[in-house]
């Protein structure tokens, strides 16, 4: 009883930072630390050893020779290659040199991206686009939105409207919602629950496919992005995450920044939006990316926003 009354503590007071958006280190870092433990690596070392210095000199001439090379791509552009490489696999980044050379590349990324690259190849020569922070500073870069900051807002206006549309009272998520919101009465948990089931009934408000959105609790099996989330309403259990071409492409602290990866993710990658999810997309987008006018809009999705506008007044 004391550790599960502990960690509901713990978890409330990590819920206070859920809806700003905190830089991560690599979600695996405990396996990169494995990794350059083999190599003589230790946390706190001030002084590289022979052999570290011999592996940094190993890799160095590993890296150049996997580069695939850009057209018109020189040798500064080689050097920040290079030099992404080497600063992800560490566990303490230098941020601000970071996005200076994410700046830097921008133009040849987004060539890359326009011709059709493969995405691997993408994230080989520039993997901090698997950084939550970075995939939202590229989607900035591209339309001069926070992506992120939009999700939230959008979401805090709209999800208790769409929580009690008749369309979905009887969809298993929010059945699920309403049976976890009873177990709990900290105003905190009760929004951060509320704002994940809004976000995983999208889908089923715009009569799209939601299995093109997101697998709750179930095996990731299309090639678009979509999430994976694992027991979305549990206290303890909860996981959020990015799948490109069924490969983990981010870990997410919730529901709301897993919404805003997946947007950001489709205009990152230069992706089409699969035909059976477009509605609720065209929905996010007249919202949350304010790409679309609402007269633009196709009339069921326009239909749906008057109904929620409506609840709204």
């Not at 695939?68 to 490489?85: N, P």
């Not at 976000?199 to 093109?212: A, Q, W, Y």
Request: net charge neutral; aromatic share 10%.
């Amino acid at each position: 009883m004391m550790v599960g009354f502990l960690m509901q503590l713990l978890w409330k007071r990590a819920l206070k930072d859920r809806f700003k958006y905190v830089r991560r280190p690599i979600e695996d870092d405990e396996q990169v630390m494995r990794n350059k433990c083999k190599f003589g690596h230790r946390r706190g070392q001030t002084k590289k050893s022979a052999a570290e210095n011999r592996w940094d000199e190993i890799q160095t001439v590993q890296i150049k020779e996997e580069i695939v090379y850009l057209e018109g791509q020189d040798t500064e552009m080689d050097e920040h290659i290079i030099w992404f490489k080497q600063e992800y696999i560490k566990t303490e980044r230098n941020w601000e040199e970071v996005d200076k050379r994410m700046n830097k590349t921008l133009e040849a990324r987004r060539k890359m991206i326009s011709n059709k690259a493969p995405l691997k190849e993408i994230l080989r020569l520039f993997p901090f686009l698997r950084c939550p922070y970075q995939l939202f500073r590229e989607f900035q870069l591209l339309t001069h939105i926070d992506i992120y900051k939009k999700t939230v807002e959008i979401l805090e206006i709209y999800s208790e409207n769409i929580l009690t549309l008749y369309s979905v009272r009887n969809n298993p998520i929010n059945v699920m919602l309403r049976e976890n919101l009873k177990q709990h009465t900290e105003e905190d948990i009760l929004k951060y629950m509320k704002m994940t089931a809004t976000c995983l009934l999208l889908p089923d408000v715009f009569g799209d496919d939601s299995s093109l959105f997101a697998a709750v609790n179930e095996e990731v099996k299309v090639l678009t992005p979509v999430l994976e989330v694992k027991n979305p309403f549990s206290v303890n259990t909860c996981e959020f995450a990015l799948y490109v071409e069924k490969e983990k492409l981010a870990q997410l602290d919730d529901c709301t920044m897993a919404l805003a990866a997946l947007l950001a993710a489709f205009r990152v990658f230069g992706i089409q939006c699969p035909k059976r999810i477009h509605n609720t997309f065209n929905f996010l987008e007249s919202l949350v990316l304010e790409m679309k006018s609402p007269q633009s809009l196709p009339k069921k999705v326009k239909r749906k926003l008057e109904e929620l506008e409506c609840l709204n007044i």
